[in-house]
């Protein structure tokens, strides 16, 4: 049983889209990361979110952490073929648990 | 700042040997690291967390004799894998906390076992 529930698993979009990728648990974290892995690499560090309705953007990239605390949403706006790959979110308490991914691929 | 490599990127071995993989966090002391095995389209699990001069925190399912930590300083830890066999092959990944929210990975290890 995944503690972290991602969703979608599987995205593939065009160039352009604007998408959303939901990561949903029923425990409540200290603090949510957001990580996006390169096959053949590791994880690569997005974002943390500690407060409960915390909005953060990294350029493209909108973070938010739910009120509870228990759930997270990643949306891009305009994909580039660059976003195209496994996007992991993690929940962190005393140690830190993954969610399954979401596998994006952006098609030019 | 907040590097993490490992070595080595890749390593094919027989079956029976045993591999050593060696997480190093370059510009960080890493209280604590984890390391993770991942198999071709999963996501990481959880094999193991290490604290600096003790002994590692094995997840359930995981062989702690098959699957040797240590955490001699608080920039380097190393995975043993002994007596490795196919089932082994698979992507190793470790990461390194300072103690804050971040765990910061290294670009991981591909174990072949032929």
């Known amino acids: 049983t995944q503690l972290l529930e991602q969703s979608p698993q599987f995205l593939s979009i065009q160039e352009g889209e604007n998408l959303t990728v939901y990561c949903n648990s029923s425990?409540?974290?200290?603090?949510l990361q957001w990580y996006r892995q390169e096959p053949g690499e590791g994880p690569v560090l997005l974002v943390t979110v500690v407060t409960g309705g915390e909005v953060k953007k990294l350029k493209r990239l909108t973070f938010q952490f739910g009120d509870a605390r228990k759930d997270s949403s990643l949306h891009i706006t305009a994909a580039q073929p660059g976003d195209t790959g496994l996007y992991l979110c993690?929940?962190?308490?005393?140690?830190?648990?993954f969610g399954a991914g979401t596998r994006l691929t952006v098609k030019p | 700042g907040a590097v993490v490599s490992q070595h080595p990127s890749w390593v094919i071995c027989k079956s029976g040997t045993s591999v050593k993989i060696e997480c190093r966090s370059l510009d960080f002391q890493a209280t604590t690291m984890f390391w993770y095995r991942q198999f071709p389209k999963q996501s990481l699990m959880l094999m193991a967390t290490?604290?600096?001069?003790?002994?590692?925190?094995?997840e359930q399912g995981v062989e702690k004799d098959k699957f040797l930590i240590n955490h001699a300083s608080l920039t380097l830890s190393t995975l043993t894998v002994t007596s490795a066999h196919p089932e082994d092959s698979s992507f190793y990944i470790c990461?390194?906390?300072?103690?804050?929210?971040?765990?910061?990975f290294g670009p991981g290890t591909r174990l072949t076992v032929t």
């Open positions: 425990s409540v974290f200290s603090s």
């Open positions: 290490s604290n600096e001069g003790s002994k590692a925190t094995y």
């Open positions: 990461s390194a906390s300072e103690g804050s929210y971040e765990q910061y």
């Open positions: 993690a929940g962190r308490n005393n140690d830190m648990r």
